[in-house]
């Protein structure tokens, strides 16, 4: 988990923070980062706990959870991987100089289908069921690595720990300020939208180990790894100012996210082990990165595109579709944009690291931070707002990177707690719309009771019963279980759904969810009509026409919520509509029915009767 978490944004930009801020810029990115990690462990125990005891629960409720975010999931991971392969080439393979100049730009190019080749390879090699043998090969490789750089070096006795850098001024851009929010943002909030973190967890879930044991070790050695890159980047600082390489980019900002590259090629003899072992380092952290991710894309786009019902992708053959080489091959294209378009121009960097990072300050933050309140707040399974979603995003990205172009710490706070203020926003009225509309129907239905209790006390010269005792009397404890019960217009019913609902297949057998309607239907008649009596009743009730549109599946034990109200009518027939709601309040369906009303005695069809008028009216 710490190697796959150690990208291309967590490995170079320490040595950015640290040359810009020194160790308290270190530890501003560092320990967010970590924690996020972690805490994603924690957090996605809970949730695992919720929805079940089984092996499959958490696999199970990643199905539903996700469908609503696969877009963003996959951006995610493209954007993560393409960011990984453009900082191991621009701050490894272009400071080395291994090709003469005007090779340069083929030279990139192939180093970068090895890289990804290399992610390739391994990813198909183990697996999720054995890529933690391969890591913890890899792991081993990389604590080697690092204990040359310390004791080789002399770094580990150095003491060159600066709080403050001396290059700050140098610097030039965003102050630590700036940097801080958008960092406690966006690495808190970041795991919950990368494909290969889900994914180990269902897997550890899955092996019954502890998901929440295994994230917080993890997130602990990932914090030390952090702290170890930063560290050599402040025993390069400490050699002087002549060791530290800079460079400006066209934003005007100076960059030194290789510098310990340069210092290791500059400074030591060929053969020697040290600049070897750093190189190794980097491309360990990398590789570790690409291998997860096409692990994770091709869990994820096989998953995805087996459940798929779309027309023009089955016109695509499905192993094309479900393959991660198109992905790794878009990420490709992503890089060589970016290192090429840097080659080409030659003055001065075009595109850096930080242009990649604010995706991750601003755009995903509103997509990851609606994601972890549908895990944990029940009032938040509204259907996805896609398009407000989006807009808000793409807004508080574009004020972000103004804001960081301009070096104004106000609009770089805004671009990233905007999206998190809109999710909130989002999450809060939901609950609201829910309480008031609770409220209503609570005052409706005792309203309704007492009504018919006092028509009903007229007729037999009795006195009627005050609304409370009406109330207490027509209301059951429990309306869920018993009878169903109103909410403002519609009648909710809701069920459990078990194995004699379902097919073969295992989800809820499609004609079930006619006899959910119906069901929900009779027993809303039963509280519209308490009167009605089968053998005395002048007319009965058909059905005319019936339909239903299905939205998503839902399986056993999920709990099943029927609403219907009436919809419209005229003077022969009623329009009934429904809707059906899963577990997480998610829409699985909805549709209507038409009613006609016919004579007990002949069956001849009947205006409405006004028996019906007054049942249905209270609940048109």
Same mark, same amino acid.
């Given at each position: 988990?710490?190697?796959?978490?150690?990208?291309?944004?967590?490995?170079?930009?320490?040595?950015?923070?640290?040359?810009? $801020?020194?160790?308290?810029?270190?530890?501003?990115?560092?320990?967010?980062?970590?924690?996020?990690?972690?805490?994603?462990?924690?957090?996605?125990?809970?949730?695992?706990?919720?929805?079940?005891?089984?092996?499959?629960?958490?696999?199970?409720?990643?199905?539903?959870?996700?469908?609503?975010?696969?877009?963003?999931?996959?951006?995610?991971?493209?954007?993560?991987?393409?960011?990984?392969?453009?900082?191991?080439?621009?701050?490894?393979?272009?400071?080395?100089?291994?090709?003469?100049?005007?090779?340069?730009?083929?030279?990139?190019?192939?180093?970068?289908?090895?890289?990804?080749?290399?992610?390739?390879?391994?990813?198909?090699?183990?697996?999720?069921?054995?890529?933690?043998?391969?890591?913890?090969?890899?792991?081993?490789?990389?604590?080697?690595?690092?204990?040359?750089? /310390?004791?080789?070096?002399?770094?580990?006795?150095?003491?060159?720990?600066?709080?403050?850098?001396?290059?700050?001024?140098?610097?030039?851009?965003?102050?630590?300020?700036?940097?801080?929010?958008?960092?406690?943002?966006?690495?808190?909030?970041?795991?919950?939208?990368? =494909?290969?973190?889900?994914?180990?967890?269902?897997?550890?879930?899955?092996?019954?180990?502890?998901?929440?044991?295994?994230?917080?070790?993890?997130? *602990?050695?990932?914090?030390?790894?952090?702290? &170890?890159?930063?560290? %050599?980047?402040?025993?390069?600082?400490?050699?002087?100012?002549?060791? !530290?390489?800079?460079?400006?980019?066209?934003?005007?900002?100076?960059?030194?996210?290789?510098?310990?590259?340069?210092?290791?090629?500059?400074?030591?003899?060929?053969?020697?082990?040290?600049?070897?072992?750093?190189?190794? &380092?980097?491309?360990?952290?990398?590789?570790?990165?690409?291998?997860?991710?096409?692990?994770? /894309? +091709?869990?994820?786009?096989?998953?995805?595109?087996?459940?798929?019902?779309?027309?023009?992708?089955?016109?695509?053959?499905?192993?094309?579709?479900?393959?991660?080489?198109?992905?790794?091959? =878009?990420?490709?294209?992503? #890089?060589?944009?970016?290192?090429?378009?840097?080659?080409?121009?030659?003055?001065?960097?075009? *595109?850096?690291?930080?242009?990649?990072?604010?995706?991750?300050?601003?755009?995903?933050?509103?997509?990851?931070?609606?994601?972890?309140?549908?895990?944990? @707040?029940?009032?938040?399974?509204?259907?996805?707002?896609?398009?407000?979603?989006?807009?808000?995003?793409?807004?508080?990205?574009?004020?972000?990177?103004?804001?960081?172009? +301009?070096?104004?710490?106000?609009?770089?706070?805004?671009?990233?707690?905007?999206?998190?203020?809109? !999710?909130?926003?989002?999450?809060?009225?939901?609950?609201?719309?829910?309480? *008031?509309?609770?409220?209503?129907?609570?005052?409706?239905?005792?309203?309704?009771?007492?009504?018919?209790?006092?028509? +009903?006390?007229?007729?037999? #010269?009795?006195?009627?019963?005050?609304?409370?005792?009406?109330?207490?009397? @027509?209301?059951?404890?429990?309306?869920?279980?018993?009878?169903?019960?109103?909410?403002? +217009?519609?009648?909710?019913?809701?069920?459990?759904?078990?194995?004699?609902?379902?097919?073969? *297949?295992?989800?809820?057998? &499609?004609? %079930?969810?006619?006899?959910?309607?119906?069901?929900?239907?009779?027993?809303?008649?039963?509280?519209?009509?308490?009167?009605?009596?089968?053998?005395? #009743?002048?007319?009965?009730?058909?059905?005319?026409?019936?339909?239903?549109?299905?939205?998503?599946?839902?399986?056993?034990?999920?709990?099943?919520?029927?609403?219907?109200?009436?919809?419209?009518?005229?003077?022969?027939?009623? #329009?009934?509509?429904?809707?059906? $709601?899963?577990?997480?309040?998610?829409?699985?369906?909805?549709?209507?029915?038409?009613?006609?009303?016919?004579?007990?005695?002949?069956?001849?069809?009947?205006?409405?009767?006004?028996?019906?008028?007054?049942?249905?009216?209270?609940?048109?």
């Amino acid at each position: 988990m710490a190697l796959s978490w150690m990208w291309g944004l967590g490995l170079f930009f320490s040595v950015q923070m640290t040359f810009m $801020f020194g160790l308290q810029g270190l530890l501003t990115f560092a320990v967010p980062n970590a924690v996020g990690l972690a805490l994603f462990g924690v957090l996605t125990q809970i949730v695992a706990k919720r929805h079940g005891r089984g092996p499959e629960s958490l696999a199970d409720f990643f199905d539903k959870f996700s469908r609503p975010f696969r877009l963003a999931f996959y951006l995610y991971q493209i954007i993560a991987l393409s960011l990984t392969v453009f900082a191991l080439a621009s701050y490894l393979f272009v400071p080395l100089n291994l090709a003469p100049g005007p090779l340069v730009g083929m030279f990139l190019c192939l180093v970068v289908f090895v890289v990804l080749a290399a992610g390739c390879l391994f990813g198909e090699e183990f697996g999720i069921g054995k890529i933690k043998y391969g890591h913890a090969m890899a792991g081993f490789g990389l604590l080697v690595c690092i204990g040359i750089l /310390l004791f080789g070096t002399g770094a580990a006795t150095s003491g060159s720990v600066q709080w403050k850098s001396p290059y700050t001024p140098v610097w030039g851009g965003p102050s630590l300020l700036g940097y801080t929010i958008p960092l406690l943002v966006g690495l808190l909030v970041g795991p919950w939208l990368d =494909l290969q973190h889900w994914q180990r967890a269902i897997q550890i879930h899955r092996e019954k180990t502890s998901v929440s044991g295994s994230y917080i070790i993890g997130g *602990v050695i990932f914090f030390l790894l952090l702290l &170890f890159h930063g560290f %050599m980047a402040m025993w390069v600082m400490g050699k002087g100012a002549e060791a !530290v390489a800079m460079m400006k980019a066209v934003d005007g900002f100076t960059y030194a996210h290789d510098l310990v590259t340069r210092y290791m090629q500059s400074r030591f003899a060929d053969g020697s082990v040290i600049p070897v072992a750093y190189f190794s &380092f980097l491309i360990i952290c990398a590789v570790t990165t690409l291998d997860s991710g096409y692990v994770a /894309l +091709k869990w994820f786009l096989g998953r995805n595109v087996e459940k798929s019902q779309n027309v023009l992708l089955s016109m695509v053959p499905k192993q094309f579709i479900a393959s991660p080489i198109p992905s790794f091959l =878009l990420v490709a294209f992503i #890089t060589l944009s970016g290192i090429l378009a840097n080659w080409l121009y030659g003055k001065a960097d075009l *595109v850096k690291l930080e242009y990649f990072m604010v995706f991750y300050a601003s755009f995903f933050v509103g997509y990851a931070s609606l994601a972890i309140a549908r895990c944990f @707040v029940p009032n938040s399974q509204q259907p996805l707002p896609q398009i407000r979603m989006f807009s808000m995003a793409s807004m508080s990205m574009v004020i972000f990177a103004f804001g960081y172009f +301009k070096a104004e710490t106000s609009l770089l706070i805004l671009g990233s707690v905007l999206p998190l203020a809109y !999710v909130i926003w989002l999450v809060v009225n939901t609950d609201l719309l829910r309480v *008031v509309t609770e409220k209503a129907g609570e005052v409706m239905e005792k309203a309704s009771t007492s009504d018919v209790a006092a028509i +009903k006390a007229i007729a037999k #010269t009795v006195a009627p019963a005050s609304p409370a005792a009406a109330s207490a009397v @027509v209301q059951p404890a429990d309306a869920h279980a018993l009878g169903g019960h109103f909410e403002g +217009k519609w009648f909710v019913y809701s069920m459990i759904a078990t194995y004699a609902d379902t097919n073969s *297949v295992g989800n809820v057998y &499609f004609g %079930m969810y006619g006899m959910y309607v119906g069901k929900t239907r009779e027993l809303f008649f039963a509280k519209a009509m308490p009167d009605f009596d089968l053998k005395t #009743t002048k007319f009965f009730i058909l059905t005319r026409s019936f339909e239903h549109k299905f939205v998503r599946e839902a399986r056993e034990f999920d709990t099943i919520t029927v609403k219907i109200r009436v919809a419209d009518f005229n003077r022969k027939f009623c #329009t009934l509509e429904h809707q059906i $709601f899963g577990s997480e309040n998610q829409l699985l369906g909805k549709g209507q029915q038409s009613l006609l009303f016919v004579s007990s005695k002949d069956y001849s069809l009947l205006d409405i009767p006004p028996e019906m008028h007054k049942a249905f009216l209270p609940y048109l």
